[in-house]
């Protein structure tokens, strides 16, 4: 088992920052990749960002590409995600994940085994 705490959400004008951070417990040796996604209302979740935990490669959905930076501290087992220029077309839950293989395709959510709890993210026009 692997526990995911997030944490950092919160409301920000359009064109502001926030930094979320997710923090894993548990078996972490298992994890391969962690991801974040987002899920606004009435929609569907959808992929946000990934990095790879032992080569650090990081993959970016085209909407938040340039803006967003995913980045990893493999001794604190914590991924961050560093959101600058907000919009507010951002406005979601965010939701981190681990995946322990990468055998799925990794920006679809069914790759990943665990998730957080989730932390909203609210961006004002």
């Known amino acids: 088992q692997v526990q995911l705490v997030e944490s950092g959400g919160g409301l920000v004008q359009a064109g502001g920052s926030l930094r979320l951070s997710c923090a894993a417990s548990?078996?972490?040796?298992?994890?391969?990749?962690m991801g974040w996604f987002r899920q606004a209302p009435g929609k569907e979740r959808e992929f946000v960002a990934l990095?790879?935990?032992?080569?650090?490669?990081?993959v970016y959905a085209d909407s938040v590409k340039g803006r967003f930076t995913i980045s990893r501290d493999n001794a604190r087992n914590t991924v961050y995600l560093q959101m600058n220029s907000l919009k507010p077309e951002d406005t979601a839950v965010y939701y981190c994940?681990?995946?322990?293989?990468?055998?799925?395709?990794?920006?679809?959510?069914?790759?990943?085994?665990?998730w957080g709890q989730g932390t909203q993210v609210t961006v004002s026009s």
């Open positions: 994940s681990t995946a322990t293989t990468g055998v799925l395709d990794l920006r679809r959510p069914n790759a990943y085994n665990y």
């Open positions: 990095v790879t935990m032992g080569t650090g490669n990081t």
């Open positions: 548990g078996r972490t040796f298992s994890i391969y990749t």
